[in-house]
T-cell receptor, first 114, second 114 residues
Framework: ETGVTQSPTHLIKTRGQQVTLRCSSQSGHNTVSWYQQALGQGPQFIFQYYREEENGRGNFPPRFSGLQFPNYSSELNVNALELDDSALYLC?????????????FGPGTRLLVL | GDSVTQMEGPVTLSEEAFLTINCTYTATGYPSLFWYVQYPGEGLQLLLK?????DKGSNKGFEATYRKETTSFHLEKGSVQVSDSAVYFCALNPSNFGNEKLTFGTGTRLTIIP
């Protein structure tokens, strides 16, 4: 069984640029959630995608956007990068159906904005 | 809104010592509770979970009991090893079903010295 994978592992951008981060969900999982983890903090929920549609959003501005594809992989796009966007971006996948769905995390993409 | 409060770190213990990391939560309804672990340079790994009051989650010698009366989910291990050095996050899902967002605490860094 393949776990959650993310690319790239590291990225350096400058203020004002745009970035796209990618996530492949675990086999059998059709829901993807994105989190931002600033240095020394816990992860903060950005949004979740299910059946290619946004299914819940945290307190992040519209310049954070996403996509989910028919194979359940997902992208996180951030426009007009700011210095405070420097963080570890984590993707988590989970399944649907009855009962609690545990979220399984990828290794993350570390973004540095200069 | 929902929130998770974790014991301030960092925590430093000698090998074979007893570990407790405190976690309390605020939530409406009946949340599910999780402990995730983050090793250096990696994403989050699920350590254990509990979905209802008095449930005990356990894994790799770690245990945590869901206490509704004290709104707590403290993590314990009887004898820690150097390999347990990591950052530990307590988290809640606001329900015991579905795929809702996780709310995390700020994390507790644990260092075990030989």
């Amino acid at each position: 069984e393949t776990g959650v994978t993310q690319s790239p592992t590291h990225l350096i951008k400058t203020r004002g640029q745009q970035v796209t981060l990618r996530c492949s969900s675990q086999s059998g999982h059709n829901t993807v959630s994105w989190y931002q983890q600033a240095l020394g903090q816990g992860p903060q929920f950005i949004f979740q995608y299910y059946r290619e549609e946004e299914n819940g959003r945290g307190n992040f501005p519209p310049r954070f956007s996403g996509l989910q594809f028919p194979n359940y992989s997902s992208e996180l796009n951030v426009n007009a990068l700011e210095l405070d966007d420097s963080a570890l971006y984590l993707c988590a996948s989970s399944s649907t159906g009855q009962g609690l769905k545990t979220q399984y995390f990828g290794p993350g993409t570390r973004l540095l904005v200069l | 809104g929902d929130s998770v409060t974790q014991m301030e770190g960092p925590v430093t213990l000698s090998e074979e010592a007893f570990l407790t990391i405190n976690c309390t939560y605020t939530a409406t309804g009946y949340p599910s509770l999780f402990w995730y672990v983050q090793y250096p340079g990696e994403g989050l790994q699920l350590l254990l979970k509990a979905t209802k009051a008095d449930d005990k989650g356990s894994n790799k010698g770690f245990e945590a009991t869901y206490r509704k009366e004290t709104t707590s989910f403290h993590l314990e291990k009887g004898s820690v090893q150097v390999s347990d050095s990591a950052v530990y996050f307590c988290a809640l899902n606001p329900s015991n079903f579905g795929n809702e967002k996780l709310t995390f605490g700020t994390g507790t860094r644990l260092t075990i010295i030989p």
